[in-house]
């Protein structure tokens, strides 16, 4: 097989999207849409989720200590792609959107309803590596649709249709 060189930037794809969800100290909630995202521990359960500085959820994250990865389905690309496209500096985005919120059990973030798994993190560590801040998240709760959690609770992610 003959190879090529290739370009550097996100060389792992595909790579599924997410949409982060947080809070500020504030009360002022946002989300986000993150392509770098990924497990980084099974033992005990942590994410990883890269945030570019200068994003407004940054400071919300650095604030609270906290955050929401919500998995994202077909079924969610509307709002996938207007928190991808606007800002929260320009006004209430989830609000605008008419997102559905539901409060986090364990972290002070929302989660977003609609998405099919909700994974909820409080921030244990993160590094700056170069673009983005890397925010290490230890999984507090994940909730998944019914429908697609079996008798062992394991979450059935073939039968999501991912952005």
Known sequence: ????????????????????????????????????????SFDPPMVMVGIVPSRYSHRLIKESGCFVVNLVSGDN????????????????????????LREGEKVDAPLLDDCPVNIECTVVDSIVTGSHEMFVGKVEQVHADARLVGEDGKIDFKSIDFV
């Open 1 to 40: 097989m003959e190879k090529k060189q290739a370009a550097f930037r996100s060389c792992l794809q595909p790579a599924s999207k997410v949409l982060v969800s947080c809070r500020g100290k504030g009360g002022e909630d946002n989300a986000l849409v993150v392509a770098y995202c990924c497990n980084c």
């Open 77 to 100: 690309k509307a709002l996938f792609d207007y928190m991808g496209s606007h800002s929260r500096r320009d006004g209430d985005k989830l609000k605008a959107f008419g997102a559905k």
